[in-house]
T-cell receptor
Framework: GNSVTQMEGPVTLSEEAFLTINCTYT??????LFWYVQYPGEGLQLLLK?????DKGSNKGFEATYRKETTSFHLEKGSVQVSDSAVYFC???????????FGQGTRLTINP | KAGVTQTPRYLIKTRGQQVTLSCSPI?????VSWYQQTPGQGLQFLFE???????NKGNFPGRFSGRQFSNSRSEMNVSTLELGDSALYLC??????????????FGSGTRLTVV
């Protein structure tokens, strides 16, 4: 079946550190890939997406590249801020399906 | 442009009761999906509606049901509540019929507590 595996959290970094949150997937066909972010007490916000191999999604300094050969969609940011503290979810959607499949989420805490 | 609106934000119900949650999608969005979020199971798909038709349903018991109205607003209902139904229920809307290209916009959720 279709599934998403994210790196275990929680992740704690200092401000201005480099961030990588690993995400790998298993899917039939060619899925669209997403990163969502959830701040405390809130719903999910779409952070970035990629719909085909080698696409790079980017937003607010975050980037992720759709790697078909390694079935990965790792999230990166060059210099994190305290305001980036949140839970990050990697997700996929297989073409023709009407649902997102989520990873388990990675809690990120940035210390000043 | 208004986002996805879910009401109420918080609910406390007693075991055995039933509950109805509401979701108003972004104007023009015809696809509405529902997800359950719990610490143990994470985010799980409940069902998806497009133009008043349920197109997909997740692996939940029949106590969980939903519907969509002609204005695209959606409701989900949980009957005979159990303690394990305590969760954050999220609604998402999408512009297209497949969602993948356009992405999904989520509401802030309804926090249901069953006591």
């Amino acid at each position: 079946g279709n599934s998403v595996t994210q790196m275990e959290g929680p992740v704690t970094l200092s401000e201005e550190a480099f961030l990588t949150i690993n995400c790998t997937y298993t899917a039939t066909g060619y899925p669209s890939l997403f990163w969502y972010v959830q701040y405390p007490g809130e719903g999910l916000q779409l952070l970035l997406k990629a719909t085909k191999a080698d696409d790079k999604g980017s937003n607010k300094g975050f980037e992720a590249t759709y790697r078909k050969e390694t079935t990965s969609f790792h999230l990166e940011k060059g210099s994190v801020q305290v305001s980036d503290s949140a839970v990050y979810f990697c997700a996929l959607k297989v073409q023709g399906a009407q649902k997102l499949v989520f990873g388990q989420g990675t809690r990120l805490t940035i210390n000043p | 442009k208004a986002g996805v609106t879910q009401t109420p934000r918080y609910l406390i119900k007693t075991r055995g009761q039933q509950v109805t949650l509401s979701c108003s999608p972004i104007s023009g969005h015809r696809s509405v999906s529902w997800y359950q979020q719990t610490p143990g199971q994470g985010l799980q798909f409940l069902f998806e509606y497009f133009s008043e038709t349920q197109r997909n349903k997740g692996n939940f018991p029949g106590r969980f049901s939903g519907r969509q109205f002609s204005n695209s607003r959606s409701e989900m209902n949980v009957s005979t509540l159990e303690l394990g139904d305590s969760a954050l229920y999220l609604c998402a809307s999408s512009l297209g019929s497949t969602g993948g290209v356009y992405g999904y916009t989520f509401g802030s959720g309804t926090r249901l507590t069953v006591v």
